[in-house]
């Protein structure tokens, strides 16, 4: 995160002031990292769901064709 929205940073460790006003920034840009990553895995879950179907459909068809070789081959 540091490395594409470097604000929020304390240049030096001995300064207590910067540190304290760079603590709320860098907490603010966390939880919208971590609001924006729940955001993604909520959306890519919801895509996987709706693709459930068709792998589904591509099993029992498969598993309809094993059937009939079975049936046809008579083994």
Do not use: C, H, Y
Request: charged content about 10%; cysteine-free; proline content about 4%.
């Amino acid at each position: 995160m540091a490395l594409f929205l470097p604000f929020g940073i304390a240049q030096g460790s001995d300064d207590w002031l910067a540190i304290l006003g760079a603590t709320p920034v860098l907490a603010a840009k966390l939880a919208a990292g971590g609001f924006g990553l729940a955001l993604i895995e909520t959306f890519s879950a919801k895509v996987r769901i709706f693709r459930a179907p068709e792998f589904l459909g591509t099993a029992f068809l498969l598993a309809v064709l094993g059937m009939l070789v079975n049936l046809l081959l008579g083994s």
